[in-house]
């Protein structure tokens, strides 16, 4: 069993910064790649980034390329999410998931442990 818990997620402007972070916890909490979703109110979850394991590949949604970027410290078993340029489109509840295998993914169903969720809202 794998746990994961998300902070960082806030109140920010629009064109500012924030830095989510993953913490991932539990018996086997390394080796798995690493997700963030996003899902706003009244919209369906959908793909921000994937991280593989240990690290080799990034893959990002069209919507944050450039302005958002994901890191992993596995000493720390922590996966980071940093977003720059915020847009008020940007808001939304930002999880983070973990699955087992190679490579990226970007199917939720494709992930194995998800995390609560941290709230980023972006003013205009």
């Known amino acids: 069993q794998v746990q994961l818990a998300e902070s960082g997620g806030g109140l920010v402007q629009a064109g500012g910064s924030l830095r989510l972070s993953c913490a991932a916890s539990g018996r086997t909490a390394s080796g798995y790649g690493m997700g963030w979703f996003r899902q706003a109110p009244g919209k369906e979850r959908e793909f921000v980034a994937s991280h593989s394991w240990p690290g080799g590949s990034t893959l990002y949604a069209y919507s944050v390329k450039g302005r958002f970027t994901t890191s992993r410290d596995n000493t720390k078993n922590t996966v980071y999410l940093q977003m720059n340029s915020l847009k008020p489109e940007d808001t939304a509840v930002y999880y983070c998931?973990?699955?087992?295998?190679?490579?990226?993914?970007?199917?939720?169903?494709?992930?194995?442990?998800w995390g609560q969720g941290t709230q980023v809202t972006v003013s205009s």
């Open positions: 998931a973990a699955y087992r295998g190679i490579g990226v993914r970007t199917q939720w169903n494709e992930y194995d442990y």
